[in-house]
């Protein structure tokens, strides 16, 4: 672990508290890193109160990187990133011997996670996007002011899917801080964006191009949605009747596509989600789920579906003796869940291309890279709004390697100082870190470290 990592709800002395986390259940012996656990209160009287883990830098903390990072959703939980994407613990899946999910640690950690946040009154609950890049800010302000000694360290916004419409923000509000003179002064210097929601036109009509490019799609039928929908597939026009009957049967085509990872099974959901139904010695789950599924879960090998992953996580993190482990506030949370779709959520930031533009011109560093088999966010979109800004390029198309083999590709965009990196990560879903640790670690050591991918 080279550098420090703080995860918080996609969303010190002030409404600071927190807690040194030596041992939880499910790993065997002490925690191998320092990890942190706390609340950090936002919002109007720190109504809202966020949950935050943080890891601690292995190597030298006091000048190792500090990177922020927030999961998409919106409402999702951060613990994703924990022990599924980046962080330094992951579940055991073969090990079905105790009474609750194992625990290993995760050799591609890039260390940190959050999902046991809450409000203190009903308005609390009511959020947007630009109320999550609001309290992003605000956390961050006052853990620092809490955390003195990381206020020198290089310091970098991080997150993934639709964490792209508040990351940029919160890297702008940072900037704008420090050119008014407002304490605690960040050392910002960049800001990451995995497989992120940046432009919600651009993003979201590229999927129609990506299915014809991987083949999902006929010639014939794709020159046909062109021609009639003008490549607005995510508004189409509803009085315009070709477009509309040309879509159906693009949506009849894939329909029954894993959108996250266009490669792997689309799976249907388990049945029910709560604790009185989900056991650790059987899990229902639907009846078109196959018999082998239907197995009690001791006798399953390694999940073959994804999604059935997080029913892991459910039960780890709704267990009582992980929550007080974790220093979770009794009470505040009935039920823990990885997103909270029940939130009163307000869209109100479509695209954040052109925040992105103004952090380029002042010189912040940014690594924008895609798992290149995602159709949820694909990266043809993300490389059309890249291009939309009429960068310099200073390193043109080329493959990056680990081990020797090719990793994916990338481009690199100057500016006045550390310029731009776009990379694909080849055979990565829309949590590449997920499908592709290995490289993505790779990926993120070099760039952090100045080297070439």
């Avoid at 291309?353 to 966010?377: C, F, W």
Wanted: charged share 20%.
């Amino acid at each position: 672990m080279y550098w420090s990592l703080l995860l918080v709800l996609a969303f010190s002395s002030i409404a600071v508290s927190e807690s040194i986390i030596k041992t939880l259940p499910g790993f065997e012996g002490d925690l191998p890193f320092k990890l942190e656990t706390g609340y950090v209160g936002v919002g109007k009287s720190d109504d809202i109160q966020l949950f935050y883990y943080f890891i601690e830098s292995e190597r030298n903390p006091s000048l190792d990187p500090l990177m922020l990072w927030l999961t998409g959703g919106p409402g999702c939980s951060a613990f994703s990133g924990l022990v599924y994407e980046i962080g330094p613990l992951m579940f055991d899946y073969a090990n079905r011997s105790g009474d609750i999910p194992a625990l290993l640690s995760n050799p591609y950690s890039w260390t940190i996670g959050s999902g046991f946040s809450y409000a203190q009154s009903s308005e609390g609950y009511h959020t947007s996007d630009s109320l999550a890049a609001a309290h992003g800010y605000d956390f961050l302000k006052k853990w620092l002011i809490d955390h003195p000694e990381f206020l020198r360290n290089r310091l970098y916004i991080a997150g993934d899917s639709y964490s792209g419409l508040f990351v940029p923000i919160i890297a702008q509000k940072i900037s704008d801080g420090n050119e008014a003179g407002q304490e605690p002064h960040m050392n910002l210097n960049g800001y990451l964006l995995g497989n992120a929601l940046v432009d919600e036109n651009i993003d979201f009509n590229s999927r129609v191009p990506f299915a014809h490019r991987m083949t999902f799609l006929s010639d014939k039928l794709y020159k046909k949605n062109e021609a009639s929908c003008k490549g607005k597939y995510l508004k189409a026009d509803p009085s315009n009747g070709q477009c509309t009957e040309n879509l159906k049967v693009v949506n009849k085509c894939m329909e029954k596509i894993n959108l996250p990872h266009v490669l792997e099974p689309k799976c249907g959901r388990p049945l029910s989600w709560k604790p009185n139904a989900l056991k650790w010695d059987s899990i229902p789950l639907e009846e078109n789920f196959s018999d082998f599924l239907l197995s009690p879960i001791r006798q399953l090998p390694e999940p073959t579906c994804r999604i059935y992953n997080f029913l892991f996580s459910y039960i780890w993190a709704n267990d009582s003796r992980v929550q007080k482990a974790l220093g979770i506030r009794e009470g505040t949370i009935p039920e823990w869940v990885r997103c909270n779709t029940s939130l009163a959520y307000t869209h109100d930031v479509f695209s954040t291309v052109a925040y992105i533009q103004k952090l380029h011109e002042k010189g912040y560093g940014g690594l924008i890279y895609s798992g290149d088999h995602d159709m949820l966010v694909p990266h043809m979109g993300t490389q059309e709004w890249i291009n939309s800004l009429n960068l310099s390029i200073s390193k043109d198309w080329e493959p990056w390697f680990v081990d020797g083999q090719v990793a994916a590709f990338s481009i690199e965009y100057s500016n006045s100082k550390r310029g731009m990196t776009f990379a694909t990560v080849k055979g990565g879903g829309h949590t590449a870190p997920e499908y592709k640790p290995k490289e993505c670690l790779a990926m993120i050591y070099r760039w952090l470290a100045y080297y070439p991918l």
